[in-house]
């Protein structure tokens, strides 16, 4: 049996300490091991354009959005990533949504108060506004036309009088190259140009729901890689 054991003040505040010294070690560590990916790191992350934390396209034209709070049953994982693809022109078909861990880089991240869409309506356009903004600039460079010319349609990029087109995947690399505009250099579109928002949208969960194959907070397990003397079980949730 192990023996109780008191311990000073002195000592306490010292341990706490190098734990949470460790703690940072280990992650950077841990950083270093997994080839600079963390556990809380998105696919938008590591996407070849990745101008926000919310959002990231890849050359094959995948465009990652990601869902910041739970999914509480009101479908605010569907509705908010569809309003990052209609301020971007993205195609739902080749939209992926994938969710967040807590993280302080997505701000307030609290599931409550029915406030999520409301708090985060802008932020999300500005996001999707903020992507197209760097593929129209991205094409107007290729074909040498001012970028003004250059509009977004369906998951491409069009220069009307020359007739000519570019798809998202096409010119994701060449936009991660561009600064990422400015607030005040983002045009958004009309509303009555949207194609999703206010169109009625099935939710994108809605398959995984009915099919068992949803993971809900309670399925989700933590292994202590970092603290292996706190806990040697899997949490996964209340029973």
Same mark, same amino acid.
């Not at 950077?28 to 590591?46: C, E, I, P, V």
């Not at 354009?49 to 396209?57: A, E, F, Q």
């Not at 000519?164 to 009555?192: D, F, I, M, N, W």
């Not at 099919?211 to 989700?220: F, Q, S, V, W």
């Given at each position: ?42 696919? $938008? ?54 969710? $967040? ?139």
């Amino acid at each position: 049996m192990s023996q109780i054991e008191n311990v000073s003040r002195r000592r306490f505040l010292t341990g706490g300490i190098i734990a949470a010294g460790a703690l940072v070690l280990g992650g950077r560590y841990y950083r270093k091991l997994s080839g600079g990916k963390l556990a809380h790191d998105t696919n $938008a992350d590591h996407a070849t354009l990745h101008p926000s934390v919310y959002l990231g396209i890849d050359p094959d034209g995948t465009v990652w959005i990601v869902a910041s709070r739970s999914e509480m049953g009101t479908t605010s994982r569907t509705t908010l990533p569809l309003v990052v693809a209609d301020e971007l022109d993205a195609d739902w078909k080749r939209v992926k949504v994938e969710q $967040a861990l807590g993280d302080s880089r997505y701000g307030d991240q609290n599931t409550d108060g029915s406030h999520w869409i409301r708090s985060f309506y802008d932020t999300m356009r500005q996001a999707g506004a903020t992507a197209r903004l760097m593929l129209m600039q991205a094409a107007a460079k290729q074909w040498d036309v001012p970028a003004t010319e250059c509009e977004s349609d369906l998951h491409v990029v069009v220069h009307r009088a020359t007739n000519r087109r570019a798809g998202y995947g096409e010119l994701a690399t060449a936009a991660a190259k561009l600064p990422v505009p400015k607030r005040e250099e983002l045009k958004l579109k009309p509303k009555s140009a949207g194609r999703y928002v206010g169109k009625g949208q099935v939710s994108y969960d809605l398959e995984a729901l009915v099919t068992g194959k949803a993971i809900y907070g309670m399925d989700a397990a933590w292994t202590a890689w970092c603290m292996p003397r706190w806990s040697t079980r899997p949490f996964s949730g209340a029973k």
